[in-house]
């Protein structure tokens, strides 16, 4: 078996498991559907946070390729760069997906603005309050 084997085999799980947050964060409708329906989407942070963190160990591991002197580490940074690059941009989508969903889902309904506030106490002249005679 060549030096590359484990690091080949190793590099191709993570590109098959690579952007989670593309395949698994469901994003929220544009606009919020009428009530009574929900809002169907991910407001998980699990699968952002897998992406995250593979973004920088992959960072992590294309710094350690780049000052290695190791035969094939241009091809480690390379692919390391890449994998970082592909599970950040995947992290940054998932954690916009997962803010705006829970946002969405705490927003009150749409609907006619709220009426108008509950009247205050009013004070009488001559009486102030919190003072017992």
Do not use: H
Not at 32 to 52: I, Q
Not at 78 to 106: D, N, P, T, Y
């Amino acid at each position: 078996m060549s030096r590359g084997g484990p690091l080949a085999c190793a590099m191709t799980a993570l590109l098959v498991t690579s952007a989670c947050s593309f395949v698994l964060v469901r994003d929220p409708p544009a606009r919020p559907p009428p009530p009574p329906a929900e809002v169907s989407c991910t407001t998980s942070a699990m699968v952002p946070g897998f992406d995250t963190a593979v973004a920088v160990l992959s960072a992590i591991g294309a710094v350690y390729f780049l000052t290695s002197d190791e035969d094939n580490a241009g091809i480690g940074a390379v692919v390391e760069g890449g994998l970082a690059i592909g599970f950040g941009v995947s992290a940054f989508k998932g954690w916009r997906s997962v803010g705006r969903c829970r946002g969405m889902q705490s927003a009150p309904p749409p609907g006619p603005a709220p009426g108008p506030p509950a009247p205050q106490p009013q004070i009488r002249p001559g009486i102030r309050p919190g003072i017992r005679p």
